[in-house]
């Protein structure tokens, strides 16, 4: 097998495949009968393969619901970066956490013997 870059293509993708011994041979029979290779053969087949999916309904149905789930999350994600980024109410400041520990008020501080009280 061939790497691409022998071949001179850039941009394709490298296959390995099994196949049975009869298989092989009668396909690289139909390829020597064609004056082509077994790689051509393949892609070939693929290509008709490919054609047919096109026209079968019940794969058409399956794509067209794999396609509207795809945009209804698009539309999820886009509605949740526009909320996540849109203008809100500013935040209230942060209290300062070194005067209060639990969100209450404090009580305010009783004055020791001897010492002036700082509501006086």
């Known amino acids: 097998m061939s790497l691409p870059d022998e071949q001179g293509t850039k941009g394709v993708k490298t296959l390995g495949i099994k196949l049975r011994p009869d298989v092989h041979a009668q396909l690289s029979f139909i390829?020597?009968?064609r004056d082509g290779t077994i790689t051509d053969e393949i892609q070939i087949a693929i290509t008709t393969h490919i054609v047919r999916a096109k026209d079968d309904p019940e794969l058409r149905s399956r794509a067209d619901a794999v396609q509207a789930e795809i945009e209804r999350e698009a539309v999820a994600r886009r509605d949740a970066i526009?909320?996540?980024f849109a203008s809100s109410?500013?935040?209230p400041p942060q209290a300062d956490s070194s005067n209060e520990?639990?969100?209450r008020p404090r009580a305010p501080r009783r004055a020791k013997a001897g010492e002036v009280s700082p509501d006086s």
């Open 31 to 33: 390829a020597q009968l």
């Open 82 to 84: 526009a909320t996540l």
């Open 89 to 91: 109410p500013e935040l």
């Open 101 to 103: 520990t639990s969100g």
